[in-house]
């Protein structure tokens, strides 16, 4: 009896073995890689940028109420428009040594303010206000992120639309009934332009009051969605 169960036990084993031989071989077999994308030049439709106030004193204390005084009053000023949103940047107090003696020359202070805004010309004019004390680091173009969320969405159904398409392209070509869909992986591959750098005695902008803001070249940004994955034909 215990030899008819091994028996038994063996070849239930080897069935399952031989189930589990087919299944594997069946699922490796008339795989193909597919890759497609799709993509689509993006106008720039948000500004950023980042401005600053340097100052040297040789009392720390006074140093540090100059620079909140300025930063302060930039603050304010920036409130009158409520389309641009800005926030505290970093600031940093370190001493300055004379290069002879190494002795304490003085401190010197930094802050900064950044400006984020899809109202290029309420940016521009703010700007131009803070300049009266303050100076552009730098200003750079981007998509904003309901518009990036906008475009990525359609552009995930293009890009599905396009494996689809070579996909069945594929199978034709091979001369197969159909294929069915193994993996697939979606990738977005957003390209955002690199910030341009502003020096203080050339990037300018017009005072609110006393001229119009210059017009913005915003540019574009190239928005793409990868779509990989492996099929099996039939």
Known sequence: MRFITLSSCLLAAAVSGSALAQTTEKLNYNLINVQAEASRQVSNDQMNAVLYIERSHKQPSELANQITQIMNQAMATARKYPTVKVESGSQS?????????????EWRGRAEIHLESTDFKAASQLIGE????????????????????????????????????????LTQAWNKSGYQLVNLNMNTNNYTPRPIAMRANTAKFAVAEAAPAPDMAAGESKMTVNANGTIQFK
């Open 93 to 105: 107090t370190y001493p300055v040594y004379d290069n002879d003696s190494q002795k304490l020359k």
């Open 130 to 169: 803070l300049q009266q004390s303050l100076q552009t680091q730098s200003v750079h173009f981007s998509v904003s992120d309901s518009q990036r969320k906008k475009v990525e969405n359609e552009l995930l159904v293009e890009a599905s639309k396009n494996f689809q398409q070579r996909a069945q392209l």
